[in-house]
């Protein structure tokens, strides 16, 4: 595989580092109990400069803004319309959309299928929504769509992506593109590098995420050790994830890494009621590392148990100074900030980011 040089690194000033919040993320999973000019003016009081817009938070913004009960999720001259005033917004609190997110089961799917057909009528659908809102960047996490309903070819993947890539280059638009690790084909790092690779358009690059890699190759919610089940001892688990990030820092050039996200993960076995998560896909369809990052992501240093020091530096290591954006689910929000003080949350992942960033790269 091939290398490159990590000698010429940039020397880290934390504070010049761009910061960003997943509005998704900005207070508990899955509450509309607040606005998104809430979450907008909580961030930025902290000294947050981005904000990586969620579908969800812009259908129901749309709602609020256009007086609606509900909002179609296929209205997309309204959700773009939606766009431009959350655009005007931001740039009121000198906030950056720096990402639109997450686009999903977008690659893979059989040539004259209705599945395939619905994926790129979404595209232009997002591609209208991210002209009108000036976002220049789309999140497309590796599918998790059921195994006998899509490819397992790489290069066809990578030609779907090539095809949305080149839909986005019309606009001078990117593709940040983020291995799920619970997703059916591309899991890990590893195979969402080989995939950009084969697609080979200088507008697609990687999403990395702090807890996607860690809790892919080192941490599991269905063990009581919390640890990836592994022939050998915990020591071994530890190089190997060690071996996986040198390999990182060696392959992968700092301008194909788009942005890097960070979150944790609590032990479930430790943390959680009702203990480790069972090894099926629950009613949902959710495969057990998709629950797990849907409600059990807290900020770095916050209950969390995931080695993502080590892979938050090694990205730092490949001289990647680009967005840091807060991604976090914490089913525990509402006990840790019982009076639902947001900015009080941003401040402490401000808090707690700039920390991780300047205590992971001295693993390197």
Not at 23 to 49: D, M, W
Not at 70 to 94: G, I, K, M
Not at 124 to 146: C, F, N, P, R, Y
Not at 235 to 264: G, N
């Amino acid at each position: 595989m091939a290398t490159h040089d990590t000698q010429a690194s940039p020397p880290l000033e934390i504070s010049q580092i761009p910061l960003a919040f997943a509005s998704c993320s900005i207070g508990p999973p899955n509450s509309t109990k607040y606005t998104l000019h809430q979450k907008i003016e909580a961030i930025r009081n902290v000294g947050f400069s981005g904000i990586e817009l969620s579908f969800p938070d812009l259908v129901t913004y749309a709602k609020l803004h256009f007086a609606r009960e509900s909002v179609d999720e296929n209205d997309y001259p309204l959700l773009a319309e939606a766009a431009a005033a959350v655009r005007t917004l931001c740039d009121r609190h000198q906030i950056t959309i720096m990402v639109l997110q997450p686009f999903a089961n977008f690659e893979g799917w059989a040539e004259g299928t209705p599945e395939r057909e619905d994926a790129f009528r979404r595209a232009k659908g997002w591609i209208e929504i991210m002209k009108a809102g000036g976002i220049k960047m789309l999140q497309v996490g590796s599918t998790d769509s059921a195994e006998d309903k899509i490819t397992d070819d790489k290069e066809k993947l990578a030609a779907d992506l090539r095809q949305l890539a080149d839909m986005l280059g019309e606009h001078g638009f990117k593709v940040a593109y983020e291995n799920w690790c619970w997703a059916t084909r591309a899991p890990g790092w590893k195979d969402v590098w080989e995939i950009v690779r084969l697609v080979d358009r200088e507008n697609v690059g990687l999403c990395l995420d702090t807890f996607q890699t860690a809790g892919g190759e080192w941490g599991d919610p269905t063990t009581q050790s919390g640890l990836v089940k592994l022939d050998g001892s915990k020591e071994d688990l530890d190089r190997r994830y060690k071996q996986s990030l040198e390999e990182l820092i060696r392959t992968v050039p700092a301008d194909k890494i788009f942005f890097l996200q960070i979150s944790d993960a609590y032990k479930m076995d430790r943390d959680c009621d009702d203990g480790a998560l069972k090894d099926e896909v629950n009613e949902d369809g959710l495969r057990p590392r998709g629950q797990w990052s849907h409600d059990w992501r807290p900020l770095p240093y916050d209950g969390g148990y995931l080695p993502i020091e080590d892979f938050a530096g090694a990205v730092l290591k490949t001289g990647f100074r680009g967005w840091v954006s807060v991604e976090v689910f914490d089913g525990k929000f509402k006990d840790k900030y019982e009076d639902g003080d947001l900015v009080r949350f941003a401040s402490d992942a401000m808090k707690l980011t700039r920390r991780l960033l300047g205590k992971g790269l001295a693993h390197w």
